[in-house]
């Protein structure tokens, strides 16, 4: 969510059972503004919080130009010290998957460690023992990309895309009617298209490419990876994901304000089609 | 259109006077020609100044087409629409009356209910809760519910998360004298179909028995006592209407345990799953409300201490209940946070029959079986005969480190059951708990 917000939207939020204290509320809001001017970004976000064993991280998301593509993640053990998260590569995904497992530790620095027995294919049939090591900071790294890949959303129509491909916030979008923030179809997914659009000319015939241009989460599988409600004596519509447990994305209806956050402790619901 | 001077004018105004025309002219499918709608968008613009016009200047037209045809509906009165949100507020404002009938009492009335603001700052500062103004409604249902039932005592127990609603759980004492309604209506039931059965076999030539003995249930604990120990009410949000939840059977336990399902937020859903639970949504939920209570109630060593010690140490039945110890100090808070034996369970662990207290089963087999097979079973029923004991009422939770977790495929590295931690409150110092 927009650091600029932090005050009423945490409250938004709050229903899904997380909240920040005040000091770190207070924290947050010196620290971004801070983190904003130095890295010169156009826009900083309280991206979420990772939880950990020992310690917490604070992810906070920087936006350049371009919504959509200019994205820098940052994070921090106390709410005033920011580190860059390094960028994520194929390879990274990779070991992290490979190696690392179980919750969180805490430590930035602390390596998780895998023996990976390769067997050689053919005449070879030699057991080599590959070790993998990954630092937590690539795991979070890369477990940040992921929950964005998969989970980010936005309203529709509150970013628009030039016709030169650069996404920037739409100023003229003044939300969702009460109807519509009842609908999943509504709601897109905030990343680079995935699936696209192979919908028949009569269900497109309404959409407009600079809008539309995002997946739509009703096309998720599993259907029903997304609890729809309203929340604060119904003012307020909140979409958790039940594929990724602790996003909550928040919109009132009638008004330009939506936001996301992560809380939780960044482990996927593999679960989840039985848990349906 | 401004008027050119010379002889090209004329040619110059024929030629942008066609042009007009052409923007004049009515479109065939909606009754909007291009030259009103470009003075329209215009003046929009004029009018709002926006930012980077150009770029949005698509969107400014898509509106000024959309506001024509509010414009014709008009005509039709709005019907005032009662939103989900306004009936929900009617319900909530009941909340913040209260019943005029109440005399206020000169002396100070214990107050049933805990200090809810003063529980939901600290929760605050250990990073769960639900808001301010949530917790504010919330504590006012509680005392709504407690005046409803006149109960002795009631907390909030927490929050249960559903697909399409959630349930808000209070957790209350019985009232002295209630019996469980529901095991006596089950038992009414049973006795009922009891004298049909029979006369059924009698009619019917008696087909080969079976010799397959179903499972017999565990009996539930009574209520008051175990996992039925307290009556747990839940409500959708702050302002509805309080549901009982039904006691809870060992069978239950068992099956929920090996289960893994979202809530839909309907008390009477069911629940689909394999092994098959034995009960709807409801029975579900309150399973797990038992568990989640038996694995997590925390206090610190010596705020309870064990009733009823009538000098029985060799009792392998675990104590039932314990009291608050007056003798209680305020430990230091640091030395509360280094080591995990410092705080006990103060709720009765589950075992895994299902109950917190061991039930033998083993009954004597039915008269009409074959000899053989009453030789064998009886010796397979006394094989299974060791009561079952789990950890005792007060055991601190430094031993709860060597216990399987539900979901723990870890051999080698430790279970983290438990994170402490000490909140950087500057005056207040608290315990933070988080049971993974």
Not at chain 1, 207 to 214: Q, R
Not at chain 2, 346 to 357: F, K, P, Y
């Amino acid at each position: 969510m927009d650091s600029n917000s932090l005050c009423y939207s945490l409250d938004f939020v709050a229903s899904s059972g997380r909240v920040l204290t005040g000091e770190q509320r207070a924290a947050l809001q010196t620290s971004l503004l801070i983190l904003k001017k130095n890295y010169k970004f156009h826009r900083v976000m309280l991206w979420g919080k990772i939880l950990g064993i020992k310690q917490d991280y604070f992810i906070a998301q920087g936006r350049g130009e371009d919504e959509l593509k200019d994205q820098k993640y940052l994070y921090s053990l106390n709410c005033m010290d920011w580190l860059l998260l390094p960028t994520v590569t194929e390879s990274m995904i990779e070991e992290v998957s490979k190696a690392a497992k179980g919750l969180f530790i805490g430590d930035p620095s602390f390596v998780y460690e895998q023996k990976i027995q390769s067997q050689g294919e053919g005449e070879e049939a030699v057991d080599g023992n590959e070790l993998v090591r990954v630092s937590e900071e690539k795991r979070l790294a890369v477990t940040v990309h992921h929950i964005d890949e998969d989970v980010s959303v936005v309203p529709r129509g509150a970013f628009i895309r030039s016709p030169l491909g650069l996404v920037h916030i739409n100023r003229s979008f003044d939300g969702l009617s009460e109807s519509e923030a009842r609908k999943l179809d509504s709601f897109l997914h905030f990343r680079a298209v995935k699936k696209g659009n192979k919908k028949s000319i009569e269900e497109t015939g309404e959409w407009s490419p600079a809008i539309d241009f995002l997946d739509v989460l009703s096309d998720d599988t599993p259907k029903g990876s997304w609890s729809l409600q309203f929340e604060c004596a119904s003012r307020v519509c909140v979409l958790r994901s039940l594929l990724w447990l602790g996003l909550t994305f928040y919109h009132v209806p009638m008004t330009p304000q939506h936001g996301y956050i992560y809380i939780g402790n960044g482990l996927k619901n593999l679960d989840l089609p039985f848990m349906l | 259109i401004r008027t050119m001077e010379g002889p090209l004018e004329n040619r110059g105004n024929t030629e942008a006077a066609n042009f007009k025309a052409l923007l004049m002219k009515d479109s065939t499918k909606s009754k909007r020609n291009l030259y009103d709608h470009l003075t329209q968008l215009l003046t929009k613009v004029m009018d709002e100044h926006t930012n980077n016009v150009v770029d949005v200047i698509e969107e400014i037209s898509h509106d000024v087409k959309r506001d024509l045809f509010n414009g014709i509906q008009s005509s039709l009165r709005d019907l005032p629409q009662f939103t989900a949100a306004e009936l929900l507020t009617e319900q909530q404002r009941t909340l913040f009356y209260q019943p005029d009938d109440i005399i206020q009492e000169d002396k100070m009335v214990e107050t049933v209910l805990p200090n809810v603001n003063e529980i939901g700052f600290y929760l605050e500062q250990a990073e769960v809760g639900l808001g301010r103004e949530e917790m504010q409604r919330i504590f006012l249902a509680l005392k709504n519910l407690v005046d409803s039932e006149q109960l002795p005592r009631c907390r909030l127990w927490g929050k249960i998360f559903g697909i399409e609603s959630n349930y808000i759980v209070a957790e209350a004492e019985y009232r002295e004298g209630e019996e469980d309604q529901e095991s006596i209506e089950e038992n009414l039931v049973e006795e009922e179909r009891k004298p049909e059965s029979l006369e059924d076999e009698a009619e019917i030539n008696p087909l080969p028995q079976s010799i397959y003995k179903s499972h017999l249930d565990v009996p539930k604990e009574a209520i008051g006592t175990g996992a039925n120990k307290f009556a747990y009410y839940v409500c959708k949000e702050p302002g509805l209407p309080w549901i009982k939840l039904p006691t809870v059977s060992p069978a239950q336990i068992t099956i929920a345990r090996q289960i893994r399902k979202f809530f839909t937020g309907k008390l009477n859903s069911s629940v689909e799953s394999y092994p098959p639970f034995p009960g709807n949504e409801a029975n579900y939920l309150r399973a797990q409300i038992a568990r989640i209570s038996a694995g997590t109630h925390v206090s610190p060593n010596g705020f309870y201490q064990a009733g009823d010690e009538e000098g029985d140490e060799e009792d392998d039945i675990p104590h039932d209940s314990c009291e608050v110890n007056p003798n209680f100090e305020d430990v230091q808070a640091s030395l509360m946070v280094e080591s995990l034996s410092s705080w006990v369970h103060h709720v009765q662990h589950i075992l895994q029959q299902g109950r917190c207290t061991w039930v033998n089963i083993a009954v004597k087999p039915a008269d009409d079986s074959n000899e053989e097979i009453e030789g064998d079973e009886k010796e397979e029923y006394l094989d299974e005969v060791e009561p079952e004991i789990g950890p005792s009422l007060l055991t601190p939770l430094s031993q709860d480190a060597g216990q399987n977790l539900h979901n723990s495929k870890k051999k080698k590295k430790k279970a983290y059951g438990w994170v402490l931690k000490i909140g950087e409150a500057f005056q207040n110092i608290c315990q933070v708990f988080r049971k993974n």
